[in-house]
């Protein structure tokens, strides 16, 4: 396994070697490319994720008091929506503001997490990928659990670390699972274009040594530099050039092998 590594960084040319890789090796690399995401992950979202917890306690102190009333948020507050470098809170308990709108409104500014306090739920935006709870799945709720739940973020006890990787990393791999199907799927197409008699299985196989250097490459430069846009259709048009590149020299190696043989007939 760790010589498909080495060529994936060293001969990309030549990562067609690992069409007949076993498939442990192919589950193995799976689980450690999505574990060295997960770690470049932190080093981007840390520094976003101590501003949270700094704003989130200038948040709290606006939060009125409220409760639940047939699973449904009310107070004596009006509805109001709060700002700050890195967090913007909806307290909406007369129905006009959605999901919908929230994620429309976090196209439009650089804060990385929306919280919406809505009228029958509550809703998460962060970085794009959202979460709802009904308060039909909560009991009692009460401002002072929200409180709490806010005091929690900011208790980056080891116990709390440890869970945030384990979730980020479960988070990496669904992505990963997501986004390489169709890497797969495109893959397999040009192998049948290129007519190179490549199975399904093998192409896959291909396909994730060639996606190892554009991924480590994207979200390295993401965590360190500047966080990249489009960072999935970067992957995997690169991946795909790699892909191409490696089943294109598999070809010219093939038939100047059979041309030998040939020869030597």
Do not use: W
Request: aromatic share 14%; charged share 20%; glycine share 4%.
């Amino acid at each position: 396994m760790i010589n498909y590594v080495k060529t994936a960084f060293t001969k990309p040319k030549e990562i067609y070697t690992g069409r007949n890789m076993k498939n442990a090796h192919f589950f193995s690399l799976a689980l450690l490319l999505t574990f060295a995401v997960t770690l470049l992950s932190l080093f981007e979202f840390l520094p976003i994720g101590q501003n949270i917890i700094n704003d989130f306690n200038e948040v709290k102190e606006s939060i009125p008091d409220f409760e639940l009333v047939d699973n449904e948020l009310e107070s004596d507050a009006d509805s109001y929506i709060y700002q700050t470098d890195s967090i913007i809170l909806y307290f909406d308990t007369e129905d006009q503001v959605n999901s919908e709108t929230i994620n429309r409104n976090m196209n439009t500014t650089s804060v990385p997490l929306s919280v919406g306090l809505l009228q029958d739920e509550i809703y998460l935006n962060m970085m794009g990928q959202d979460y709802s709870i009904q308060y039909s799945a909560l009991e009692h709720f009460t401002t002072g659990d929200l409180k709490s739940m806010i005091d929690s973020v900011g208790d980056l006890s080891p116990g709390m670390i440890i869970f945030f990787v384990i979730f980020l990393f479960i988070f990496n791999l669904f992505l990963f699972v997501f986004q390489f199907f169709p890497l797969a799927l495109f893959a397999n197409l040009i192998s049948i274009y290129r007519r190179t008699a490549l199975r399904f299985g093998q192409s896959a196989k291909i396909a994730l040594l060639a996606t190892i250097l554009p991924t480590l490459i994207v979200h390295l430069i993401s965590a360190v530099i500047y966080p990249i846009s489009f960072q999935f259709e970067v992957i995997f048009g690169a991946s795909l050039v790699f892909y191409y590149m490696s089943i294109t020299e598999m070809k010219k190696r093939m038939e100047k092998q059979n041309n030998h043989d040939h020869d030597e007939e």
